[in-house]
């Protein structure tokens, strides 16, 4: 009996001083680079990387620009009336397993005329989303998107990165960056200007009817939507007009997801991405890699116009589509760099990815983005040099990546 208790005492004793020992190699032996790093160190790691990227970086590449010169004249194209039957049926055929948009298209420019111009002949409440949105139909039964404009292109957004309504210049910069990505997985926007008394309430839909009412001889509209409210409704000016985007309506079913980055939306409470850059490792195990690059293009794609919104994220033949750009070009003098954590934390990108941003390197992204239609009337000089100074920190990501934790470039 005596030796049976010495015995456990023996086997006690070993377990004590084998977790004693493990605790004492944990706190004091170095560990890799990617388990002690948060957050906001990886941004100041980033930025480090910034100070001397490889010339690589900094100046035009010679390929790739067949593209974007092909697109330069989209702006200047009309389109007949009697042709909008056949332009919307081109257009929705070419939304495939991996594409939305057919960006080498001779008719793309026509498309975006019609987007902009072509007559209303329905007006409805569009109540997905959380804000003030409009379903239109246009002669030829293609229905569109209608988001209104509620600030300026100067307008600077203070506060976190969601804050805010939507911005309806960044639907119409999604979209041409997109094209400049040669990712063409975001809806044909355009810019359009219509009149809320003279084309909407003539051909409204009841419901619509009953939330529009004058205030000041303006006609006005509040819609129904999670924070559509009277007191704050779109109203035309005093030429009873109304500027918004137009979204080319994809007669798709998605399937949406809860991002894996998805914020909190709480002050002072982190998500778990925010507090562990472990997060990619238990991903791997519940998402393919497919789907992992996806959401680092996806992060790419936000991180340059700074939609830190994406909460959730739509699916279409397996394929993550880049819809709802709104909450972007909030603030050019503030970069949100965990916009990018699925880059820096997974350190993996597409071959394919990696060789557009090149594309764009050494300011061939402001001269690109400057070929596209009105770019004046969405883009201020100080968010071309922020969308600018954004690509660098992306190259700057993936230098970072490298040098901790060897970046996977993949076909």
């Not at 044909?188 to 084309?199: G, H, N, T, V």
């Amino acid at each position: 009996m005596l030796r049976k208790k010495y015995i456990l005492f023996i086997v006690f004793l070993v377990i004590v001083i084998f977790f004693f020992t493990i605790n004492c190699l944990l706190k004091f032996l170095p560990q890799t680079d990617i388990e002690i790093i948060h957050k906001e160190e990886v941004a100041d790691l980033i930025y480090k990387e910034l100070e001397h990227l490889p010339d690589v970086y900094k100046y035009p590449q010679a390929q790739g620009n067949h593209i974007y010169e092909s697109i330069r004249n989209i702006g200047n194209q009309q389109f007949h009336a009697g042709t909008l039957r056949s332009l919307w049926k081109e257009s929705n055929s070419w939304i495939l397993s991996n594409t939305i948009t057919n960006i080498s298209s001779p008719n793309l420019g026509r498309i975006l005329k019609a987007l902009s111009t072509a007559r209303i002949t329905s007006a409805d409440i569009d109540t997905r989303g959380t804000q003030l949105k409009l379903l239109l139909t246009l002669t030829g039964d293609q229905q569109i998107v209608f988001k209104p404009k509620w600030y300026n292109k100067e307008k600077i957004i203070e506060g976190p990165v969601y804050a805010g309504k939507d911005r309806y210049q960044s639907e119409i910069i999604g979209f041409y960056l997109s094209i400049l990505l040669q990712k063409p997985l975001v809806p044909m926007s355009a810019e359009r200007i219509l009149s809320l008394k003279y084309d909407i309430l003539p051909v409204a839909t009841k419901r619509l009817l009953n939330t529009s009412f004058d205030r000041n001889n303006r006609t006005c509209i509040y819609g129904k939507c999670f924070y559509c409210k009277k007191e704050d409704p779109i109203c035309d000016d005093e030429n009873d007009k109304l500027t918004g985007a137009v979204i080319f309506n994809i007669n798709k079913s998605f399937k949406s997801y809860r991002s894996p980055w998805q914020r909190t939306y709480k002050k002072g409470k982190q998500a778990e991405w925010e507090e562990s850059n472990n997060y990619c490792q238990s991903l791997q195990t519940k998402l393919t890699k497919n789907r992992l690059l996806d959401l680092i293009d996806t992060s790419i794609f936000d991180f340059l116009i700074q939609n830190g919104d994406r909460h959730h994220y739509e699916i279409l033949s397996d394929k993550v589509i880049w819809v709802d750009n709104g909450k972007g070009l909030g603030n050019p003098y503030i970069q949100f760099i965990d916009i990018l954590a699925p880059l820096y934390q997974c350190c993996m990108i597409r071959d394919k990815m990696f060789k557009s941003l090149l594309n764009l390197s050494g300011g061939q992204l402001s001269r690109k983005l400057k070929l596209m239609p009105q770019i004046d009337n969405f883009l201020t000089s100080e968010h071309l040099k922020s969308m600018e100074e954004r690509l660098m920190l992306i190259f700057a990501a993936i230098e970072y990546c490298k040098t901790k934790i060897k970046i996977k470039s993949i076909n």
